[in-house]
């Protein structure tokens, strides 16, 4: 599996440990940046990471910024780009079983580097729940962005 990896100064250090993680396990990861703690726009790096996730380039997505909440919006924005922010492995676990989301947003402000990694550990393993009702709620939501999205090319 590859992984898309972007953040903001507020969120290097976090990245820079769920990435280590990460290639420890035997993940892929392509990391857009940002690479040290200087101020920076969040966009310049969450967009092209989630034009991977988009294009099919990288399989999911995690995102680290000060609060999670940046990197959900504009990835959100993307067509095919299913952004959530979780704070915990409940959080996790609901955001891939109920939504199939495909990108993990993560604040490096509101949740430490122990418990963010228990969200990453929950977001991989989980996988949606194929019960009819959760399949129709989120070819709903396709069907929103299919009907309101750009396609990616």
């Known amino acids: 599996m590859i992984i898309a990896m972007a953040n903001d100064h507020a969120g290097t250090q976090m990245k820079e440990e769920i990435k280590a993680y990460l290639i420890k396990e035997g993940y892929q990861v ?3 940046g940002t690479y040290d703690e200087n101020s ?3 966009s310049d790096f969450v967009y092209p990471a989630a034009l991977a996730v988009a294009k099919g380039e990288c399989d999911r ?3 680290c910024d000060g609060v999670g909440y940046g990197s959900a919006l504009i990835a959100n924005k993307i067509n095919g780009c299913y952004a959530a922010v979780c704070q915990d492995p409940l959080c996790a ?3 891939r079983e109920h ?3 495909n990108i993990l947003c993560l604040g ?3 949740i430490g580097g122990l418990m963010a990694m228990e969200v990453v ?4 393993k989980t996988e949606p729940l194929m019960e009819e009702k959760y399949r129709r709620r989120v070819q709903k939501v396709c069907d929103i962005n299919d009907k ?3 396609p990616i090319v």
């Open 30 to 32: 392509e990391d857009f």
């Open 40 to 42: 920076c726009d969040l």
């Open 61 to 63: 997505g995690i995102f």
């Open 93 to 95: 676990t609901l955001a």
């Open 99 to 101: 939504t199939d989301s």
């Open 108 to 110: 490096a402000k509101i």
């Open 121 to 124: 550990k929950t977001w991989l």
């Open 148 to 150: 309101h999205c750009v």
